[in-house]
């Protein structure tokens, strides 16, 4: 779809993935109330990563990125690629799973940086 052709919500699929939602009902007190139970509980046994860890996350994730996009230029010399390109060329890392979603739990991840 051309970019002059931007899509509005309305557009947007209802549903992603190969089956829709169980139901699209607002939750009840008591969810909203077990819902907080279960995320003190998860809580209280250390799951979620802290601010720290987090940003040690995501800069690991930018040191491979930065990493991958010099092996990128490497390859380019390597292959005689005209040097306008090779200044040009880049990549980028693009967290998928749990992790793209926000779901992760607590890992040991080494500092690489």
């Not at 040191?63 to 490497?74: A, G, H, I, N």
């Amino acid at each position: 779809m051309p970019w002059s052709q931007a899509r509005t919500w309305s557009d947007m699929p209802r549903t992603y993935g190969l089956t829709g939602p169980i139901s699209e009902d607002l939750p009840e007190e008591e969810n909203l109330i077990q819902t907080r139970k279960l995320l003190d509980t998860m809580k209280s046994y250390n799951v979620y990563e802290n601010n720290l860890e987090l940003e040690n996350r995501e800069r690991v994730v930018k040191r491979l990125e930065s990493l991958f996009r010099d092996w990128l230029k490497e390859m380019c010399i390597e292959m005689n690629v005209p040097k306008v390109v090779t200044e040009k060329v880049g990549g980028k890392i693009f967290p998928f799973g749990s992790y793209h979603l926000g779901v992760h739990s607590k890992g040991n991840y080494p500092d690489i940086i």
